[in-house]
């Protein structure tokens, strides 16, 4: 673990900022944590700084969606990214992973679980949980039985 390691928490709530902050410094990061609670705030802080995590709500006030992701890398290409969202994993997490996240966590998730993917993501930059483990690896075995909602928009998903 480096002391310049560099994370931004983008999250339209700060109690989840702060908890996530507490759980990074109880399992041993002391480093620079940054907090943003909209998209255009996490670009304009981007542009300015590196990071090495950027641990990311979808739902987070003018989000784009997936495209979120391409666009932060734009700016900083090996940043790892974390979606951290309260939208169902089975449903969401193959979505973002396939463009480009590194890892996809559930606000209901346990905390050891979220203190397991916080090292996995810091210590090996990637985390994927069972149950999107299992999804990817369906979708691998059987490609035309993929679930039908990996295709919808993020606002069609939002719909259904």
Avoid: C, W
């Amino acid at each position: 673990m480096t002391k310049d390691y560099k994370i931004l928490i983008a999250d339209d709530h700060s109690v989840i900022r702060q908890g996530i902050s507490l759980i990074l410094k109880q399992i041993g990061f002391d480093s620079q944590v940054d907090h943003v609670n909209s998209f255009p705030s996490m670009i304009n802080q981007i542009k300015s700084n590196s990071y090495e995590l950027i641990v990311l709500d979808i739902s987070i006030p003018e989000g784009r969606g997936v495209q979120m992701i391409e666009l932060i890398r734009q700016y900083i290409p090996e940043v790892k990214i974390l979606i951290f969202s309260a939208h169902p994993e089975e449903l969401y997490a193959v979505k973002y992973l396939r463009a480009g996240a590194d890892g996809y966590l559930n606000k209901m998730t346990s905390e050891e679980e979220l203190q397991f993917a916080f090292r996995e993501m810091i210590q090996t930059g990637r985390f994927i949980s069972q149950t999107t483990q299992f999804q990817l690896d369906k979708a691998d075995l059987n490609p035309t039985s993929t679930n039908p909602f990996f295709s919808l928009s993020a606002r069609e998903l939002e719909i259904a």
